[in-house]
């Protein structure tokens, strides 16, 4: 949800009203809690939020979702796209630059999740939304370690906070 919600956020801080949620899967609780992060902050900001349904969460899925934005008109165009995982960004930035030439992120800003290491090498270095996945590690062999060494004692739930990577798909 916090994922969801700081994307969408950092889009409409930018003043980005109309804003795109590229997803598939939306079965994944991951998945439909981006979501519902995303509708969250841009209820807040008084923002357009519309998902564009992709057919998996691929680079070539992303590539094809692109396709479709690019074949609206401009005026029926998001301003901005977030999408659930970087696979999915990587393909719409594909899609934006081979033919169509979609300036990213002057026409469309474009926000990622995942922070992979390939979003800072794309063709326009992607703002994405990363998770601690160091610590996400560590703290779950703690736990499983902990249930092993008590297995009578009660569950221990731990929250992490996503933070935002910023780059040039929405910097320009």
Not at 44 to 50: H, K
Request: proline share 3%.
């Amino acid at each position: 949800f916090a994922g969801g919600e700081i994307a969408v956020r950092h889009l409409t801080s930018l003043g980005r009203r109309r804003i795109g949620v590229v997803a598939s899967r939306q079965d994944l609780r991951q998945v439909a809690e981006r979501i519902r992060g995303a509708r969250s902050a841009a209820a807040a900001a008084g923002a357009e939020l519309e998902v564009i349904e992709a057919e998996a969460l691929t680079v070539l899925a992303g590539r094809t979702a692109g396709e479709s934005v690019v074949a609206r008109s401009r005026a029926e165009r998001p301003d901005a796209l977030f999408c659930v995982n970087d696979l999915l960004a990587v393909g719409v930035l594909q899609a934006f630059a081979f033919r169509h030439q979609v300036a990213v992120p002057e026409e469309i800003a474009l926000v990622g999740y995942d922070d992979i290491a390939f979003a800072r090498s794309t063709v326009v270095p992607l703002t994405s939304v990363a998770q601690p996945a160091d610590l996400m590690g560590r703290t779950a062999l703690a736990l499983l370690e902990e249930e092993i060494a008590d297995v009578g004692a009660p569950r221990r739930h731990v929250s992490f906070r996503p933070s935002l990577v910023e780059r040039e798909s929405t910097l320009g």
